[in-house]
């Protein structure tokens, strides 16, 4: 009797316990160990010992202040040990809304979790949200896929506004810094940049990845990439193999397991700038050159492709994307990309086979889905790249090898616009000197690009943002500045992300930016005028002030953006987004002006760009006087353009 009254004691106090002072929980221990070693092991009450010894344990484990940092398990109800495989910030949709969760996978479970808000100085908690057994985890099919609500992307001007609040208060933290401002105002500054980089987080992925517990609810959460939803699948699938059973966890056990969360994780903080040293590194601005080489490993002939992707504002984005090499075990592609970075750390290069079958349709987006066969990171740590030199490397990703190099080029270097030496061509020429010449009011170049992109590229994913292959646009080139008869036929037969790439490095490497050099401080200054009024009259009297070609060409182009963002749905190209890849190409001035306050290459990012990005924007919001119109009243066209 006097055992069971212990044991009731233990069994159904131990929850309570776990907020009593932890001498009560070592006493009890002990009083558990000594009725361990004088009770028969057949004893109906031996099983309710061993538990309430087990949870005691647990529980001392888990509040010990001097815990082993590297202990990576708990104990599961049978006495095993449950690992923590892989924990991270994943953004979970529930009740209509997102929400950031902090997810743990253990080698049996997967527990979503909230980190609890508490006061100064109280150790932080974990609350579960909801957990599920491996054993009971399924993936949807696509039948279940199908059924499972839409999610609507968040509006992606939105985005792009907090990615220049970002960078606003990027830049106001480096003055603050520089002129020894005061440890308030930096503060009060930091926590308005967290707000901001915390909404594009968790505002900013796209891609379901979705659980079902086969005995009851689904659950959707969002990743910013492939990678990432290859690795949460990956890691579930591998555990799964294990022989597991069902179980389900008692009030006392998961409190338990989700107190183990806070000393088990290993992502300690979420993925913002603000949350970083301030003498970790602010990552790289610039220009990353890839060369894709080759792959080796594959077991059996497929359709193989690779992608690129580099982390921007605390998650990932693609970038370039290599042609498909069918029908091979070791494809060769020798692809060149150049991929801007904007406080970039990593790149990911992830390999597919190409999937033609119809019927494997992804429901989420109605795309065919092509299989992950490989992925891998790397860092890229400045010392490395920022060479002149090529610097080659493989990667591995499940036996499989992939070769590479890349090389940096800093933005102070891209920034700069380097004319011409032959004045015969087109690329780096004047563009009056160009259009005097073919007696044209806008470069053939520029016609034959946009032409041929509303052809069969308007409708392509991330159109004037995936980069095209360099040596392809590099060809282009060298045939547009010989002028060569066999242009059209080229064009017809290039992949359209080179064509697209072409048009940019055009005018890129103009040498005065379309909008002039003269007008840029103007423009810099209207863009900025609080006033809507104001805005509009300054803004509309720079742009009749432009010389003629560059009006009409500017005029021309905007009406080819304006076509391609009403594909949007399509081709997942807004406004924003399009100004955002041509704002600085068409604005970035031929010298770069020193600024005093400007300290690093990521707060000439953070002001030029930004008001680069936003002038574009504002025409393209704001038409001006159309292309179309223009052409009606003047005499200037020549029935070829």
């Not at 929980?25 to 010894?53: C, E, M």
Request: glycine content about 4%; charged content about 25%; hydrophobic content about 35%.
């Amino acid at each position: 009797m006097e055992i069971l009254l212990i044991i009731r004691f233990c069994c159904n106090c131990t929850y309570a316990l776990l907020y009593k002072p932890i001498d009560r929980v070592t006493r009890s221990t002990l009083v558990l160990h000594d009725l361990l070693k004088h009770t028969p092991v057949d004893h109906p009450d031996y099983p309710l010992l061993q538990d309430a010894l087990r949870i005691s344990q647990n529980f001392l484990s888990s509040i010990n202040e001097d815990i082993d940092p590297r202990r990576t398990a708990v104990t599961t109800p049978k006495g095993e040990t449950r690992q923590l495989v892989k924990d991270g910030f994943l953004v979970e949709v529930s009740e209509g809304s997102r929400k950031l969760r902090h997810v743990f996978l253990f080698t049996d479970v997967l527990l979503c979790a909230k980190l609890k808000k508490t006061s100064a100085g109280k150790h932080q908690q974990y609350d579960c949200k909801w957990y599920i057994p491996l054993a009971d985890l399924v993936f949807p099919s696509p039948e279940e896929s199908e059924a499972s609500p839409h999610v609507h992307p968040f509006p992606d001007h939105e985005l792009e506004d907090m990615k220049m609040k970002i960078s606003a208060l990027k830049s106001e933290i480096q003055k603050e810094k520089a002129n020894k401002g005061q440890s308030r105002a930096i503060e009060r500054l930091k926590k308005k940049m967290f707000e901001n980089e915390f909404l594009l987080l968790l505002n900013s992925p796209t891609i379901p990845f979705r659980i079902h517990n086969r005995n009851g609810k689904s659950y959707l959460f969002l990743l910013s990439s492939d990678y990432e939803r290859s690795e949460w699948r990956e890691a579930i699938q591998k555990l799964q193999k294990k022989d597991l059973q069902a179980f389900v966890l008692s009030s006392v056990e998961l409190q338990v397991l989700t107190g183990s969360c806070f000393k088990l994780r290993t992502v300690h903080n979420i993925p913002v700038t603000s949350n970083k040293d301030d003498d970790e590194s602010p990552g790289l601005y610039g220009f990353l050159h890839v060369i894709v080489h080759s792959a080796k490993g594959f077991k059996q002939s497929a359709h193989l492709y690779c992608t690129l992707e580099v982390d921007s504002f605390g998650y990932f984005v693609s970038k370039a994307k290599t042609r498909v090499f069918r029908d091979t075990t070791e494809p060769k592609w020798d692809e060149e990309f150049e991929i801007e970075l904007e406080g970039s750390q990593s790149l990911r290069i992830l390999c597919y086979e190409k999937c033609y079958d119809k019927t494997k349709v992804n429901k989420d987006n109605n795309e065919i889905v092509d299989k992950i066969v490989g992925k891998g990171q790397i860092q890229l740590d400045p010392q490395t790249v920022e060479t002149k030199n090529w610097h080659t490397d493989v990667i591995e990703m499940n036996g499989i090898k992939v070769e590479f190099s890349m090389k940096f080029t800093s933005r102070d270097m891209s920034l700069k616009r380097t004319p011409s030496k032959k004045q015969t061509g087109v690329f780096g020429v004047k563009i009056s000197v160009v259009t005097k010449r073919e007696r044209s009011k806008v470069p053939y170049i520029v016609r034959q690009c946009v032409e041929e992109v509303e052809k069969r590229g308007i409708e392509e994913v991330g159109i004037y943002r995936i980069s095209g292959v360099a040596t392809d646009i590099q060809a282009l080139k060298a045939v547009f500045d010989a002028n060569n008869k066999d242009i059209l036929l080229m064009l017809s037969d290039m992949d359209i992300n080179a064509i697209a790439g072409t048009l940019k490095l055009y005018f890129r490497e103009l040498p005065e930016p379309l909008l002039t050099d003269r007008l840029y401080p103007a423009f810099m200054e209207g863009i900025a005028l609080s006033d809507p009024a104001a805005k509009e009259n300054c803004m509309m009297h720079l742009l009749r002030s432009l010389p003629d070609p560059n009006l009409i060409t500017f005029l021309f182009l905007l009406e080819h953006l304006k076509r391609v963002a009403e594909k949007e749905p399509i081709n997942k190209m807004s406004l924003h987004n399009l100004a955002t890849v041509f704002g600085p190409t068409l604005l970035r001035p031929s010298e770069v002006e020193s600024k005093a306050h400007l300290t690093s290459a990521a707060d000439i990012w953070s002001h030029d760009v930004m008001a680069q990005v936003q002038v574009l924007l504002y025409y393209l919001q704001h038409p001006p006087i159309s292309f179309a119109e223009l052409k009606r009243n003047t005499l200037y066209f020549s029935t070829d353009v």
